[in-house]
Nanobody, 122 residues
Framework: QVQLVESGGGLVQTGGSLRLSCAAS????????MGWYRQAPGKERELVTV???????MYADSVKGRFTVSRDNAKNTVYLQMNSLKPEDTAVYYC????????????????WGQGTQVTVSS
């Protein structure tokens, strides 16, 4: 079993910064991609950013130029640096680990963190 533990959420004023972390633990041989999603009240969960094991990244248009994702493969940890935060960034942020393989030759599975609240006040 694999667990994802997020940290770093909180309350910040408009224009402020926060850094989220997500550490994956358990039986892990490899992780294909790690990413961040968010869900605001009354809205569907949306993709914020993804980073592959090779370091390739993609971002939602709404966060480009403000958010930066990074990853430490040795620690199975993904980070999200969020700058110039806006009230519309307020949401629960979820970490995702895509196609996690526990042992060589096994199938991979996706896992989710429990979510961390980010609130940006105007």
């Amino acid at each position: 079993q694999v667990q994802l533990v997020e940290s770093g959420g909180g309350l910040v004023q408009t224009g402020g910064s926060l850094r989220l972390s997500c550490a994956a633990s358990g039986s892990i041989f490899s992780i294909n991609a790690m990413g961040w999603y968010r869900q605001a009240p009354g809205k569907e969960r949306e993709l914020v950013t993804v980073i592959t094991s090779g370091g390739g990244t993609m971002y939602a248009d709404s966060v480009k130029g403000r958010f930066t994702v990074s990853r430490d493969n040795a620690k199975n940890t993904v980070y999200l640096q969020m700058n110039s935060l806006k009230p519309e960034d307020t949401a629960v942020y979820y970490c995702n680990a895509e196609y996690v393989i526990g042992q060589p030759g096994e199938l991979g599975y996706d896992y989710w963190g429990q979510g961390t609240q980010v609130t940006v006040s105007s």
